[in-house]
């Protein structure tokens, strides 16, 4: 009798599959490898939606999945062991290294499956900075967990905009809040992004000024910001 999948390879140069069942040591992990049904024995037990390694992995190593670097390990996992935020952990990423120059021409193969590709383009919105968006929201953005409420008011109320909801930025350490700043700013700078307006507090230690002036050294988008203290209330 075939086993039934219980794991999931994304991508063919993945080196670990994701359980989408919890394993215990001694079971047999199953996935499907193209047209093929690979196995392997988990060694240790892997929780469900899991990574386990495919192969003897070293550290330094990168952890392939999505056909995409999750970040590298520092220990080495061998082959159908847990890999995990103990042995795994996430690297800086020059992303602006990666943006295409202008000669690059995106080229699709058409869904007929004709041999020549065709170019490729798509409605859009083209940022100044050259990425370009597939939607032009305006981003209502709270500075810590307290003004999140009033950002989703604010963007039920208008068309076209969005919100998040932020749970930090109040009592932090100065590492979190410069990890704040830095998720903040990068869901301002999305390139769905068309403007953004700022809401924060007054007590947080994101100022909602200082915020809007990091954005603007990042982006030429319109960027607004205002204090709820300030402001003297939520209205």
Known sequence: MEQSINALLMDEHDNVVT??????????????????????????????CHKIALTDLAAGEDIIKYGESLG???APVKKGHWVNDQNLKSVPRDYESEF??????????????????????????????????????????????????????VASQVR???????????????????????????????PNV??????????ETVPHAALREKIQKMTSKPVASLGIQEDGGTL
């Open 19 to 48: 359980c989408v069942k919890e394993v215990k040591r001694g079971q047999s992990v199953a996935y499907q490898d193209g047209a093929a049904l690979r196995t392997l024995v988990a060694e240790e037990d892997i929780p469900y």
């Open 72 to 74: 590298k390990l520092v």
């Open 100 to 153: 295409a120059g202008d000669d690059f021409v995106m080229q699709a193969k058409q869904s007929a499956g004709a041999p020549d590709l065709e170019p490729f383009s798509f409605w859009g919105y083209r940022r100044a900075e050259g990425r370009p968006g597939v939607r032009n929201h305006v981003l209502i953005l709270p500075t810590c967990a307290c003004g999140s409420e009033c950002c989703r008011i």
């Open 160 to 190: 076209g905009a969005v919100n998040i909801v932020f749970n930090t930025g109040c009592s932090d350490v100065a590492a979190n809040t410069a990890m704040s700043q830095k998720v903040l700013t990068g869901f301002a700078c999305n």
């Open 194 to 203: 068309y403007g953004v307006v700022i809401i924060g507090l007054g007590c």
